[in-house]
């Protein structure tokens, strides 16, 4: 699911505000997606209202490598806004679980490189970051409880 299109265009689709575009791209056992976000400034956490005048993108990367012999999978997450000193690198994991299904894992730094206001800045976006996790989370269980 995670590396299919037509999910990946759901996902994205209905988490965006503005204009966006996603593709994913396969070379053998791994897989990348790459999504870019267009957010108008009415959308932005006020924490960084002051330091954009139009709007911004986020690019999100996700690298998938292979599957493990027990199915699961890891990979990596780089989430970059355009214009502002903020960045989210991680580490993904997709594992079976214990009643069959199967959890993914997000964990990562979000990291804003302003003096003085950086971790003011961190804070106040940390949410937005989480609420953005927890969308793709309830889409994806839809589009699963649509395609088992």
């Given amino acids: 699911m995670l590396t299919n299109q037509e999910f990946q265009e759901r996902k994205v689709g209905r988490i965006s505000k503005g204009a966006w575009d996603v593709r994913v791209q396969r070379e053998g056992d791994t897989a990348v997606i790459v999504s870019h976000r267009t957010l108008p400034p009415e959308v932005v956490p006020d924490a960084f209202r002051a330091m954009i005048s139009t709007t911004i993108t986020i690019t999100q990367t996700e690298k998938w490598g292979p599957a493990a012999p027990d199915g699961s999978r890891s990979g990596s997450i780089d989430v970059e806004l355009s214009g502002v000193p903020v960045r989210l690198t ?28 950086g971790g003011k800045v961190e804070k106040a976006a940390e949410p937005a970051v989480r609420a953005a996790i927890d969308a793709e989370g309830r889409i994806g269980e839809q589009w699963l409880a649509e395609h088992a």
């Fill in 90 to 117: 991680g580490a993904l994991s997709l594992a079976p679980a214990p009643d069959g299904g199967c959890r993914e894992q997000v964990t990562g730094e979000l990291k804003a490189k302003i003096p003085l206001f």
